[in-house]
């Protein structure tokens, strides 16, 4: 059985993750509007109506930005930690659902499942969505490729990766030192070489697609991220997840080969 992915948004401005199997639909993150995400997921040909749960990463803005109307006027329940919604993060009571780090959650056929991460937030975690056979890993927003990550990682059919600067960009670049030390520290981001080293050593050999998320406009491009994974990818097809636009839907096999796909069935 498949799963179907996309990025609707991944950057600083906004960070939204879809992944569904034939039925159910979850999102993970709602940074961008809820406008924008009907206007992103109608031109994916993707219904609203298959949307069952939001799964809330951490607090900060380009992760929660449009939850709270997105839930709302769909009524989804939104899977957070008490710690994450006590920071400020605005949901209906009654719209509330709890997760707790290693004990999966089941939204019809899929199962999500939360786990710690290294990140300057509250409680911050990255999640695996699966089915019976395969496995997509959101891991955006992490300071290190801890055990943690690396365990996860290891276990994706496709996975959604940080890269989100290049060491020299960021160095020379315009952020005052305390924006950069923040963003290089172990609770900030990914560099592309950290990116890079953890998807060389660690990506299983059926893992069909990565996505290079969360890239950064001032300190990355995405052309430079892209040449670094494409020489080492083999049969992975590296995805850009933009931070302006959605992707393509992609299907995800027990068996893949890289490929991509407009869904008119969704």
Do not use: W
Request: a positive charge; aromatic letters at 8%; charged letters at 20%.
């Amino acid at each position: 059985m498949s799963l179907f992915i996309a990025s609707l948004n991944s950057g600083s401005n906004g960070n939204c993750y879809y992944i569904a199997n034939h039925h159910e639909a979850v999102l993970i993150d709602a940074g961008i509007s809820c406008r924008e995400t009907e206007i992103r997921m109608k031109r994916l040909n993707l219904s609203m109506k298959k949307l069952k749960a939001i799964f809330i990463t951490h607090e900060h803005r380009d992760h929660v930005k449009g939850v709270r109307v997105l839930s709302k006027k769909y009524q989804l329940p939104v899977y957070i930690t008490n710690a994450t919604l006590q920071n400020r993060v605005s949901v209906k009571r009654h719209l509330v659902a709890h997760f707790e780090a290693y004990k999966p959650v089941k939204v019809g056929g899929l199962t999500v499942t939360g786990f710690p991460k290294f990140h300057d937030a509250s409680d911050p975690h990255s999640f695996i969505v699966a089915n019976e056979t395969v496995r997509v890993g959101v891991f955006t927003d992490i300071g290190v490729a801890c055990n943690h990550v690396i365990d996860h990682f290891q276990q994706c059919h496709a996975a959604f990766l940080e890269a989100n600067y290049d060491d020299h960009m960021l160095e020379t670049g315009p952020y005052p030192l305390q924006l950069k030390n923040r963003i290089r520290s172990d609770v900030g981001h990914l560099s592309n070489a950290q990116a890079l080293d953890l998807f060389v050593k660690h990506r299983p050999s059926f893992m069909s697609h990565l996505f290079l998320s969360h890239i950064s406009k001032e300190n990355n491009s995405p052309a430079l991220a892209e040449s670094l994974f494409k020489p080492v990818a083999g049969d992975t097809g590296i995805v850009i997840a933009s931070r302006y636009k959605e992707t393509k839907v992609f299907p995800i096999h027990h068996q893949a080969v890289a490929q991509e796909v407009q869904l008119s069935l969704f």
